[in-house]
């Protein structure tokens, strides 16, 4: 009968012992399927192969490694944890002699009522012992190369994803009464890209309203996935600076601009880079102006001309205020203008929102698809191959 | 002959939707019209997100220019076209609420006056 190996013991097992030393978990090594017609029944070299990395240094890669990512990159071709130390391997050595010797007990007190209460007395060492334990048990963090799972190509890395901690601390940021962060503002500080920022507003948002409804989250599905991948964690220290996620401030590539342009100028005129945008595209704003942070180049510049820590701040601030504020501005007279187009009566059960539009605008053959109304002998392309009828835009 | 301003279904089944046409009075309901005033979506959209009242309200889109001149001309709405129109203030409204009550209340005294009173006496009309 082959050994039985309990499945949380399988990964620990696998990084200490060395997989030259032999060990055999029959895998069924089909040699046909039922409904399979072909005749293939000898095991050929390469499933031979294939089943001994599977029982041998492929075994570690079975089971996830408890907090830290499992991937190929992170063993050498024998199956052994390249990043586990001396301390780590002997901690894993213990913890398992420990659980055999429990298994070993639970099993005896199932025969033996009397040694229930040794059991217990060792289970209550066990929790004294834990944290020791724990801390022997912490593999060291992983390097590039253990966050490769194809090691045949090394520029792929998996990259990690924003930990629990730090999303609540986002949403928690942007949601605070007293001073709320603004969407770039948590940006910056966290060092997260503004659509992610923006995605995980949502979606925080979202599982709020869910919990307050009463809903079942998979929490345990999250769990498991997160224990698997690499996180950037949150800083909850207010004096250290939060770990960067990600690059904030990348010139996002205009289609405008994918086009390669020979454009000549005459040597005595500035060409600048406003210029530049304006030769790919009369409305396309100059790169400097379409990155996400175009404050924090204004900060560079204040900070490369020399002024004070006290001036800058200060000006940082008034760019700021002036900015929210026509953005209000812009925002209040968009509103007043859609409310002037439109005319509200109200009646008893409902609003009739009228809006003033014009015949003209089906064009001379009253064909055009800006026109007003259901077109005429024109079919209604509803069913047609390619219609998007998923909403693309979220109204919040 | 008459010309219309009235209402053409278009949609699929179990969703309405109306243009709001001008149309000789005799043609078919979908048939060409002269012009397309405007629209009209009879269900009820639910409140936006933004909205304090969180009112229900229903589309309509109309060429107010357009309409007044039609009716200018002597295009006959149609009773459910008056309504909408009136709305915009186009037309004086076709019937009221108040008048509608009126009207019942007076109908239902004039039904009472032809009943000879025989054991009550004469109940007096509810003034509306």
Redesign the interface.
Known sequence: MPPCIRPSNVSSSIASCSSIRPRSIPQPARAARDFSQSSSRQITKRRRQFYQWLNGPGRALKEPLPGSTNYLGAYDRFGNLIRADNRYLTGRKKKEEAEEGEDEAASKSGQEADETDMTERRLDEAAENEDKKQEELKLPPESKEDLRPFPGNKYFQSQPVLSEDLREAIYQAMVDPVSPMSLPAASVHFGVSNERIGAVYRLKHMEKEWIAKGKTLAIPYRQAVMDMLPKTPYVSDKNKRPIPHEPINDLIVHPATRQQLFVPVAESRVFTRVDAGKAFDNNLLPADERIPHPEMVQVERDTLSGMSAAERFERAKERLLTQIKEKTEKEEAAKEAEKAAL????RR???????????ES?GKNGRDHR????R??LPHEDRKKGQVKIPTSV?? | MVLRIRLARFGKKHSPFYNIVVAHARTARNSRPLEVLGTYDPIPKPPRPGDTHGRPWKDIKLDLDRARYWVGVGAQPSDTAWRLLSMVGILEPQYRVSQIQGKVVKADSAAKSIIPPTATPAATPSNA
Request: aromatic share 16%; net charge neutral; no cysteine.
């Open positions: 005319t509200r009566v109200p059960r409902w609003d009739f929102v009228i809006q003033n539009v014009s015949v089906v026109g007003v109304g259901w005429y002998g109204e919040a």
